[in-house]
């Protein structure tokens, strides 16, 4: 509970709580993972310049995990302006060997963004829940509530609970995959979620797919239910629930969506 790891200059904070790395098999059960945080330098005057922060609960790199029963609550992750921003409020999952997530909660976990709309430079926060890149994770009966991404500097925020890049996307090989899932209230926003407005226009610092955001990348997605996810431009709502782009597939079997925004 209520760990935290920090940024330097050279290297981004990562695993508020649990950072596992090549070769490592990990196995969590039956565990609440709380309030912790990959966070920037120490020091207002410095933090700005230095790295983000990624997986502020779990980081997985090159690594294979077997999670089951864990509970991600409030766990955090902050953007430098050195790089592309934040990733994984609760968990990262990158070069990914096998990685399978049962029957986990993910639950008020946040990416956030750093820079306003004036500044050039800033990041944006990328999966508000979980940040999943060049891996194929197998998610089962997950709950993904209420997470949330922010914008930052020009940067647009993505994937409210779950962002996915540069995973397979040839509709043969492997494919992220989420069955008997639930992805309830989560947001990707531009600068605040609450407000969504500074009194400025902006076009370009946005929020893109308050549940799933897919880049480069394809995912299955089985018996699953989308409720409330909202994604934000400016004080403006977006259509909500999942944004694919470039190249990015999703394949949708038998899943539900209510009342998005």
């Given at each position: ?21 090549s070769d490592v098999n990990l196995t969590v059960s039956d565990t609440r993972i709380q309030g912790n945080q990959a966070l920037l330098c120490a020091g207002s005057a410095s933090a700005i310049q230095c790295l983000s922060g990624s997986g502020g609960g779990i980081s997985l790199q090159t690594a294979s995990a ?50 306003s709309y004036l500044q050039n430079n800033g990041a944006a926060g990328q999966g508000g829940a979980v940040m999943v890149q060049l891996s194929t994770p ?124």
């Amino acid at each position: 509970l209520n760990n935290f790891v920090r940024s330097s200059f050279e290297h981004g904070s990562r695993g508020g709580a649990i950072a596992a790395g090549s070769d490592v098999n990990l196995t969590v059960s039956d565990t609440r993972i709380q309030g912790n945080q990959a966070l920037l330098c120490a020091g207002s005057a410095s933090a700005i310049q230095c790295l983000s922060g990624s997986g502020g609960g779990i980081s997985l790199q090159t690594a294979s995990a077997k999670l089951t029963r864990v509970r991600f609550l409030g766990n955090a992750v902050e953007s430098g302006e050195l790089d592309a921003g934040s990733m994984g409020g609760g968990l990262t999952i990158t070069n990914g060997i096998k990685v399978v997530v049962d029957g986990c909660e993910f639950v008020d976990n946040v990416a956030t963004g750093f820079g306003s709309y004036l500044q050039n430079n800033g990041a944006a926060g990328q999966g508000g829940a979980v940040m999943v890149q060049l891996s194929t994770p197998v998610f089962r009966s997950c709950l993904f509530q209420s997470n949330h991404v922010t914008a930052g500097g020009r940067s647009s925020s993505g994937g409210g609970a779950v962002k996915i890049v540069y995973s397979s996307r040839d509709g043969l090989g492997d494919r992220t995959e989420f069955d008997s899932c639930v992805f309830a209230g989560n947001q990707a926003c531009s600068k605040n979620c609450k407000t969504n407005t500074d009194g400025l226009s902006r076009s370009v610092e946005s929020g893109f797919g308050g549940a799933l955001a897919l880049l480069e990348a394809s995912a299955v997605v089985t018996n699953s239910t989308f409720e409330e996810n909202i994604a934000w431009s400016s004080s403006i709502l977006l259509v909500g629930y999942v944004y694919a782009y470039a190249y990015a597939l999703l394949y949708d079997e038998h899943a539900r969506a209510h009342a998005h925004q």
